[in-house]
């Protein structure tokens, strides 16, 4: 006995949608690459027990544990360099919220290296939030 196939038309796929997916999928990937700033920046944040939780902070800079700067995830040369890009993204912030900085440094980096990165944020008008610890007296 044959069995008689019957025949179906093209398959179609509805397309009108796909565009939709797309434009959300590269929206999900844009808004979770923020996070991924400074994942490839070395550092050993120091711990403290007082220290409050940042509520709002815009820009970051980072002094890592071979003393580069980076201003939101981006290496820069110098200081300098760094007061003169926040002294930029600053200039239309009129509140002082809007005009916070979190400053995140390497827990064995000598003073003398991050502290002209402090002096520039300062120098530009930016407020500093600073993750830290107070040194123990031994």
């Known amino acids: 006995m044959k069995l008689r196939r ?3 038309g093209p398959i179609s796929m509805p397309v009108a949608s796909m565009g939709d997916i797309a434009f959300l999928l590269i929206i999900f990937f844009m808004v979770c690459s923020n996070f991924a700033k ?3 920046i070395r550092y050993k944040s120091p711990s403290a027990q007082d220290v409050a939780a940042v509520r709002e902070a815009g820009l970051s800079v980072v002094v890592d544990d071979q003393g580069q700067i980076y201003l939101n995830g ?5 200081a300098a360099t760094l007061e003169g890009m926040l002294t930029s993204m600053l200039r239309d912030k009129t509140d002082a919220v ?3 900085v979190l400053f995140k440094c390497d827990l064995n980096v000598a003073r003398k290296v991050f502290e002209p990165a402090l002096d520039a944020i300062v120098s530009a008008g930016g ?3 600073a993750v830290g610890e107070r040194r123990r007296k031994e």
């Open 6 to 8: 019957k025949r179906r």
């Open 38 to 40: 400074e994942a490839n």
């Open 74 to 78: 981006r290496a820069l040369d110098s």
């Open 98 to 100: 809007q005009r916070n």
């Open 127 to 129: 407020v500093v939030v």
